[in-house]
């Protein structure tokens, strides 16, 4: 692990960054999810490296989508696994949701250590390691199509941090309500998921957790009258003022 000063002043992004790399060589993370990574950390750099106003307001929607949903789910890949597995093992438990490893750049052994990562973090099951249970996601050519039949493919709400296209559309097309985390807000995932939090995992994952615990005593017609009362188009646009708001003060400054 490289040796990052305490005091520089991006000690935090390059910490995270080295979850990454530790995660590649672990054989958690696909050679592409550091490239991944990277565009992430620009947007996040545009953004100011913090959770916006506008990515809270995602966060409670999110949270009261998934409280209510009758089967919810969170699918992870492999950067996902490796930034925060403590907190997806956590927020399963609090909302009784399932935990499935669903990849892009699909891999058996990387599957196994996904599984065994999210286990050493006290996940008591992880789907997505027996091929008996595979069902195929229709009109989606990527291996992300593959899911088990009794975890994403029979869910209503999926939780999807870090997609890349195509399932977002074909989810929905299979009625479910799609949840994202995407640090881009004009990428295809975040612009077609019905919830999208354009925050960095590492934040906005902690902050799901404690906003998922929070909400869990209210009563239904509260939940629905926030996911109602949710507006994905107007959100990411939030988001996108925000960018342009970040910049200015930047601009201004040289
Ligand atoms: O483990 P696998 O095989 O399933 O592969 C996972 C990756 C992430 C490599 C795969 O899904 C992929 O290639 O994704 P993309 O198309 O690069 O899209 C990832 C999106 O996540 C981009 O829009 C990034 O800006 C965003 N992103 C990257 N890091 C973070 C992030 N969003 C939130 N938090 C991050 N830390």
Known sequence: MALI??????AKSLLI??????????GVVAKEGLLAHGRGEA????L??????????AIRAAASALILAKNPIISVNGNVTALCPKEIVQLAKTLDAKIEVNLFYENRERRKNIVKILKKNGAKNVLGLQPKFYKRIPGLDSARRIVDKNGIH????????????????SLKKLGKKVIT?????????AQTAQ???????????????????????????????????FDNKKN?????SEIKKHLNRRAHLV
């Not at 100011?48 to 307001?57: D, F, M, Q």
């Open 43 to 46: 947007f996040d750099y545009l």
């Open 236 to 240: 990411l646009s939030a988001n996108i």
């Open 181 to 189: 985390f995407d640090l881009n807000p004009l990428s295809r995932t």
């Open 48 to 57: 100011g490296e913090k959770t916006t106003k506008a990515a809270k307001k």
């Open 195 to 229: 919830v999208t939090i354009v925050d960095n995992v590492i934040r906005g994952m902690k902050e799901l957790l404690v906003v998922s615990k929070k909400l869990s005593s209210k009563n239904e017609q509260t939940l629905k009258k926030i996911v109602s009362g």
């Open 17 to 26: 960054r080295e979850r990454l790399v530790d995660g590649f060589e672990n």
């Open 154 to 169: 029979a869910a209503d709400v999926v939780l999807v941090p870090l997609e890349d296209g195509d399932r977002t559309i």
């Open 5 to 10: 000063p305490k005091n520089h002043p991006r």
